[in-house]
């Protein structure tokens, strides 16, 4: 039926109303092939855009890695090898606290201290006073002392379980640029029944105080 009734209005209509249908009709799919295209143009702009968000994003990244790794490759490391009692047979025995440099080049401007604590009051040394030293120059993996003494009748009584002592270690130290500086700090309890020291905390942050 509603072929019959479009062929009757084919009929009735004049040539120039047919060319005016089909000019619209043509221009309807021209606009409608445009707009396709543009659809098309606009996603693509848009995978353009996420595609070079991704690369800068990719070599942000890839610069911060790359920055990382040289940071820790060109700068020093200090920690301590280990910490243990020497001369236990003298009136004075002694903490020996051996420390090195990990890193593979030099560090600078080195202060380095150590303090005893038993049962959580620092214990005078009466031997070296001064509880800091300025290590200067500290190379890499070149072994480095600072000792500590204490009063035998104290030392008598870490050893035998009666009182707690503790160490702490403190490294302030700059790398070659000289613009950063550098903090290690640990914590070493005694233990009387293995007659060891064991790492009891610590941070790389350090504090502009007097040790």
Not at 25 to 34: D, F, H, I, K, P
Not at 82 to 94: K, N, Q, R
Not at 144 to 155: E, G, M, Q, S, V
């Amino acid at each position: 039926m509603a072929e019959e009734q479009s062929r009757e209005r084919s009929r009735s209509e004049s040539p120039v109303e047919r060319r005016e249908r089909e000019f619209l009709r043509t221009e309807r799919s021209l606009v409608g092939r445009l707009a396709q295209a543009v659809k098309l143009a606009d996603f693509m702009a848009v995978l353009m855009v996420l595609a070079t968000f991704f690369s800068a994003y990719a070599t942000w990244r890839t610069a911060r890695v790359t920055s990382a790794i040289f940071a820790v490759s060109d700068r020093p490391f200090l920690g301590v090898q280990s910490v243990g009692f020497e001369a236990t047979d003298s009136e004075h025995p002694m903490i020996a606290v051996d420390f090195r440099n990990y890193g593979s080049i030099q560090a600078l401007s080195a202060i380095v201290g150590a303090r005893a604590l038993i049962d959580g009051k620092a214990v005078k040394d009466p031997e070296y006073p001064m509880t800091e030293t300025d290590a200067g120059i500290l190379s890499p993996n070149v072994p480095h002392a600072f000792n500590l003494t204490l009063p035998r009748d104290l030392y008598q009584a870490v050893v035998a379980g009666k009182s707690n002592l503790q160490v702490h270690v403190r490294m302030l130290y700059k790398g070659p640029a000289g613009d950063q500086k550098f903090c290690y700090f640990e914590r070493f309890a005694y233990d009387f029944r293995s007659g060891i020291f064991g790492a009891s905390g610590g941070s790389d942050h350090c504090g502009s105080e007097i040790f």
